[in-house]
């Protein structure tokens, strides 16, 4: 452990970071040749068939998903240890509404977010004097808009859909913000919040460039090893319904003749909470197989920012009331986006 | 003997960072306390909002990031 430790010191940060860029851009080069030639050579899967282009499929995209999300998860989390919550906060206490709500929502995309955090990070920033409005804002758009559900759509569905994604996403958060700032529901705060004295904060730690990188490569392989069971399986039944599900079956069911689809898909999102990396590829296949736009967004908008683990944590700073306001003004903003994008579509 | 604080509401990272402090207490040969603080408005008062957080004796020396074992070793030294 110790030699280990002494050894690894020894080897320049810029060598580790060059030779793990060069492994990454081996590996993102090799992945299509070699899925083929294990596809239709090893395997001797016919090529028109579809059973062999299915297969070929899973076997392209799980590594090229995975290396995807390695790369720039690692890259996200290095650019991040820049930008802490603290630093967000005092950016944002005593700004305008609506500016305030504005620079929220953006700042919710750079900023880490884990449902664990939503407290300490609601209580300080309502401490500081943010208003609750803005707050809100930035709790809606930080799961929202993250790097794990940017990379998979961008990867898997392509740059249009996720550009749709991200504003849509910055649209809902914007939009939950201002009306619930109009609402004037500070009573509806759980009262010890107001009673928390926050200590001054804390000195502004500067960690070392090789801390960084070894955070951000820390942190990466823990998201890894926490989605790549369902990527995998996620990309396994995309392809299964790329081969197999009738088009009409899926444009009966979500399509825009059905005007229950949007409502439908965002309940069904809730409890799929976590699992942005599972269905991306299903919603992948289902747009390929005549899911209209509105629908597949409403559906992944629902997974990422409605989640009912932390509709619990935040029972503990929210009375009821805010927080069933709080939830029907973000499925009711998805929802609009999905009808809209389905109208326009 | 030192006190040393783990702040956090107990989600894996926090876990991580008890284990860490426990291998850095066991490395540095030292005795140490350790407390998991997991009272939102205790961790509040301590100024930070990301967690997990780690103090050793009042003051705090990390948060937002799972030091590894070394550096909370280097910590305890000083």
Request: with cysteine; net charge neutral; proline share 5%.
């Amino acid at each position: 452990m110790t030699t280990l430790a002494a050894r690894r010191a020894e080897i320049p940060l810029w060598l580790t970071v060059l030779a793990g860029t060069i492994l990454w851009l081996v590996a993102w080069f090799l992945a299509l040749p070699l899925s083929t030639w294990i596809a239709f050579d090893v395997l001797g899967l016919d090529p028109a068939s579809q059973l062999g282009q299915a297969v070929a499929f899973f076997l392209f995209d799980v590594p090229k998903v995975l290396l995807l999300l390695t790369g720039i998860v690692t890259l996200v989390s290095f650019l991040r240890s820049f930008v802490s919550p603290e630093r967000v906060r005092s950016a944002l206490a005593g700004r305008n509404a609506v500016i305030g709500t504005v620079a929220a929502a953006g700042f919710g995309i750079i900023t880490p977010f884990c449902s664990c955090s939503a407290v300490p990070l609601f209580i300080g920033f309502v401490e500081a004097g943010v208003p609750l409005g803005v707050t809100f804002a930035f709790l809606v758009a930080s799961p929202m808009v993250n790097e794990v559900a940017i990379v998979l759509l961008w990867g898997l569905v392509g740059p249009t859909i996720t550009i749709a994604y991200v504003l849509a996403g910055l649209a809902v958060a914007i939009m939950a913000g201002l009306i619930i700032g109009r609402m004037r529901m500070e009573r509806y705060v759980e009262d010890y919040v107001w009673t928390i004295r926050a200590g001054s904060a804390a000195i502004d730690f500067r960690p070392t460039m090789g801390d960084r990188v070894r955070d951000a490569w820390r942190a990466t392989i823990e998201i890894i090893r926490r989605v790549w069971p369902y990527v995998v399986a996620g990309i396994a039944i995309g392809a299964f319904i790329h081969g197999f599900v009738p088009t009409e079956l899926v444009v009966k069911i979500g399509g825009e003749d059905n005007p229950l689809a949007v409502p439908a898909l965002v309940a069904l999102g809730v409890p799929l909470y976590g699992n942005a990396a599972g269905t991306v590829p299903i919603i992948d296949a289902l747009i390929g197989k005549g899911l209209p736009i509105g629908s597949a967004l409403a559906f992944m908008m629902a997974i990422t920012a409605l989640s009912f683990p932390e509709m619990v944590i935040l029972r503990r700073v929210m009375k009821p009331r805010l927080l069933a306001t709080f939830v029907a003004i973000v499925a009711a903003g998805i929802m609009v986006i999905g009808y809209l994008f389905n109208a326009v579509t | 003997m030192k006190k040393i604080e783990v702040l956090g509401s107990g989600c894996n990272n926090c876990i991580r960072l008890e284990k860490n402090a426990r291998e850095a207490v066991a490395a540095a040969g030292i005795e140490a306390e350790i407390t998991k603080v997991t009272d939102y408005a205790e961790i509040m008062s301590y100024g930070i909002m990301s967690t997990p957080g780690l103090v050793i004796d009042g003051k705090v020396v990390s948060y937002g990031r799972v030091p590894s074992a070394d550096d909370i070793k280097v910590w305890l030294g000083e």
